[in-house]
Antibody, heavy 120, light 109 residues
Framework: EVQLVESGGGLVKPGGSLRLSCAASGYTFSSYSMNWVRQAPGKGLEWVSSISSSWSSTYYADSVKGRFTISRDNAKNSLYLEMNSLRAEDTAVYYC?????????????WGRGTSVTVSS | EIVLTQSPGTLSLSPGERATLSCRASQSVSSTYLAWYQQKPGQAPRLLIYGASSRAAGIPDRFSGSGSGTDFTLTISRLEPEDFAVYYCQQYGGSPLFAFGPGTKVNSK
């Protein structure tokens, strides 16, 4: 079964840091680019960051550029999001999602998400 | 920057009725890069449509997508009880790399 499982969320103070992980199983993780997408409470979806399959390219939303770092370990079938200088507006459920197709550019497999709360 | 707008914000319909959801882009986008997702409360989004009109694996044929340029439509031909959810359109390319619309909530009348 193709599966993505996020972990690492929690409560953190403004200005703090957190590292999210996403464990992939059931498919050839190293062949696919990956994404992080977040959803603030009661709000819509917001793309956060993407990374190519070989880690040669990374992309960030303007809202997180310079504060968040995406990375991956293909040997461990894992995706990461290092989040620094966290702000209240970063409070959200963070989903990892497989970048399913390099032609159509959709996200076809999603994890259940991990919740991040930034509050003093 | 391409901005996606979805309408209506909320659609109140009964099971068996037809749902028509709109996604409008602030400038012309390639239909190749237009996708639709369904999200139910407490769940992750699920891919429904990609390439504006191709159904993802396992998606029932009551879901269909159409459109080009700046105007795209998701149609649910006959609503089933499990179809009441929030629907998002998504566009790839430009800045930001992926953009999502604000969503349309389909709820039961």
């Amino acid at each position: 079964e193709v599966q993505l499982v996020e972990s690492g969320g929690g409560l953190v103070k403004p200005g703090g840091s957190l590292r999210l992980s996403c464990a992939a199983s059931g498919y050839t993780f190293s062949s696919y680019s990956m994404n992080w997408v977040r959803q603030a409470p009661g709000k819509g979806l917001e793309w956060v960051s993407s990374i190519s399959s070989s880690w040669s390219s990374t992309y960030y939303a303007d809202s997180v550029k310079g504060r968040f770092t995406i990375s991956r370990d293909n040997a461990k079938n894992s995706l990461y999001l290092e989040m620094n200088s966290l702000r209240a507006e970063d409070t959200a459920v963070y989903y990892c999602a497989n970048w399913g197709d390099s032609y159509y550019h959709y996200m076809d497999v999603w994890g259940r998400g991990t919740s991040v709360t930034v509050s003093s | 920057e391409i901005v996606l707008t979805q309408s209506p914000g909320t659609l109140s319909l009964s099971p068996g009725e037809r749902a028509t959801l709109s996604c409008r882009a602030s400038q012309s986008v390639s239909s190749t890069y237009l996708a639709w997702y369904q999200q139910k409360p407490g769940q992750a989004p699920r891919l429904l449509i990609y390439g504006a009109s191709s159904r993802a694996a396992g998606i029932p044929d009551r879901f269909s997508g159409s459109g080009s340029g700046t105007d795209f439509t998701l149609t649910i031909s006959r609503l089933e009880p499990e179809d009441f959810a929030v629907y998002y359109c998504q566009q790839y390319g430009g800045s930001p790399l992926f953009a999502f619309g604000p969503g349309t909530k389909v709820n039961s009348k």
